[in-house]
């Protein structure tokens, strides 16, 4: 049942609205005097319920308000996210259901979504990382979720038909992707009331980015590509903290970004939050572990992620050679040599766009608006600046050079040399 008008929940009024809402109160059982409601939004933008009932059923509800959460009402966004966010839990769950929790409810009008609650012990893969936890299924996980989830809303997999509806309805998103256009392109690049960073460590550094001509010419085309380029279903803000963990599971959640764009943007985001988590390990550190090992197991994931996920895209490429994807029409490319020298193409300008994506990621959680746990959490300043400074470099240097590397492996060894 929808609702007649917006209204922002809190955990009383919550109550009454799962009464009378079968979908929501038949998950629960009959014990809806005694649920326990948390709020527990720590994300940017919106409010986040955890419903458990005494019987044992239990969901999230995610509700959208009117404005981005972190700065407050002087910031307006539209609520609208939420039923894009839904369309993509449900498109993204439909194609790679292992990694994506169960939708069961949505209230357009009240900005609401009604999902699995992902239970103790998962925790945001962000702040596993900061901890130092090793999951070693998350380099498997994550190349599945995103190799099925890109193929599959690809023109590789699709007709051009099918493919012009599907962006067509995911076009309406678009105030979504002028924030990320604002906060990614834009704002790091030139003096913005919402910028900030390490002062006074950083200060020269946020002035260098914005006076890199070079780096300006590269995100450009980055943006240009961004905003041009309708190549799959992607989530649109695959960072460390969309994506919620134990042993041996891997949840992606809050696609509320989701379009139809380039796909090196997931796979980026993903990555370069991964080299993050690495240059903030030195912050990190104290005398019970030097995090060197755990350096490692991050360096090695990047590298799994990428490797896994170019074999899982391409494998499901050739199995669906002769399927209804109309990029490349089987009458044209119709000899191995041929398919090869596409596929290499493909995959090597996707390589490309990853690591540009990863790259202008990175710099803006240094030098933009919304920051990351992985650096906010070093409380010494001077030893935060010092990991932030290094990842900064780095990402410098990737979004201006990317096109000159061949593997991930000669990224990672980038990432070992950059000097202290
Ligand atoms: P925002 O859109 O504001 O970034 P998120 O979707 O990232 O919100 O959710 C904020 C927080 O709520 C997450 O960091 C996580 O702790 C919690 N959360 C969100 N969805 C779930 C879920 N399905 N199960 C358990 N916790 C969740
Ligand atoms: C105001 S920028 C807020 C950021 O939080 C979301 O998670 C997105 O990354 C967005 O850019
Ligand atoms: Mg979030």
């Known amino acids: 049942m929808e609702s007649s008008e917006f209204r922002p929940l809190d955990e009383k009024s919550l109550v009454e609205y799962?009464?009378?809402t079968p979908s929501l109160s038949s998950l629960l059982g009959d014990r809806l005097d005694a649920l326990t409601i948390k709020e527990v939004g720590d994300g940017n933008l919106n409010l986040v319920f955890i419903v458990v009932s005494p019987g044992g059923g239990s969901f999230v509800v995610k509700q959208a308000l009117p404005y981005v959460r972190l700065i407050g009402e002087s910031w307006p966004m539209t609520k609208e996210r939420a039923y894009f966010e839904a369309l993509a839990l449900k498109e993204h769950?439909?194609?790679?259901?292992?990694?994506v929790p169960e939708v069961y409810h949505i209230d357009r009008t009240m900005s609401l979504i009604a999902m699995r609650y992902l239970e103790p012990p998962h925790i945001i893969l962000r702040k596993g990382l900061i901890a130092g936890i090793i999951y070693p299924l998350l380099a498997a996980h994550m190349s599945d979720y995103m190799a099925?989830?890109?193929?599959?809303?690809?023109?590789?997999?699709?007709?051009?038909?099918?493919?012009?509806?599907?962006?067509a309805k995911f076009c309406g998103n678009v105030e979504l992707c002028r924030l990320t256009e604002q906060v990614i392109f834009s704002d790091p690049y030139k003096v913005s009331q919402y910028n900030r960073w390490t002062s006074p460590y950083l200060d020269r550094d946020a002035e260098a980015v914005r006076e890199d001509n070079v780096l300006k010419l590269e995100v450009a085309e980055l943006k240009s590509m961004f905003c041009e380029r309708a190549q799959a279903l992607?989530?649109?803000?695959?960072?460390?903290?969309?994506?919620?963990?134990?042993?041996?599971?891997t949840q992606v959640i809050?696609?509320?970004?989701?379009?139809?764009?380039?796909?090196?943007?997931?796979?980026?985001?993903?990555?370069?939050?991964?080299?993050l988590a690495y240059f903030a390990q030195d912050g990190h550190a104290n005398e019970s572990s030097d995090r060197e090992l755990y350096k490692k197991w991050i360096l090695r994931t990047i590298e799994d992620t990428w490797n896994l996920f170019e074999k899982k895209f391409t494998s499901l490429w050739n199995d669906n050679r002769d399927g209804n994807g109309e990029a490349y029409l089987a009458a044209?490319?119709?000899?191995?040599?041929?398919?090869?020298?596409?596929?290499k193409k493909y995959m090597k300008d996707l390589f490309h766009d990853t690591l540009g994506f990863g790259a202008a990621k990175m710099i803006r959680r240094i030098v933009g608006v919304a920051h990351v746990e992985d650096f906010e959490s070093i409380q010494d300043a001077?030893?935060?600046?010092?990991?932030?400074?290094?990842?900064?470099?780095?990402?410098?240097?990737?979004?201006?050079?990317?096109?000159?590397?061949?593997?991930?492996?000669?990224?990672?060894?980038v990432i070992l040399e950059m000097p202290s």
């Not at 023109?155 to 509806?165: F, N, R």
Request: a neutral charge; charged letters at 20%.
């Open 93 to 99: 769950g439909h194609l790679c259901s292992d990694h």
């Open 382 to 413: 001077s030893k935060r600046a010092y990991c932030e400074h290094r990842a900064l470099e780095f990402a410098k240097r990737l979004l201006k050079e990317r096109r000159g590397f061949q593997y991930i492996n000669q990224v990672v060894s």
């Open 234 to 249: 992607i989530h649109g803000d695959l960072h460390t903290s969309s994506v919620m963990v134990t042993g041996d599971s």
């Open 254 to 275: 809050d696609p509320e970004f989701a379009f139809y764009g380039p796909m090196g943007f997931d796979i980026g985001a993903f990555l370069g939050n991964l080299i």
């Open 148 to 167: 099925k989830t890109l193929f599959c809303t690809s023109l590789l997999y699709h007709t051009t038909t099918d493919h012009k509806k599907a962006v």
């Open 18 to 20: 799962i009464k009378s």
């Open 332 to 343: 044209i490319y119709n000899n191995t040599e041929l398919q090869l020298l596409v596929q």
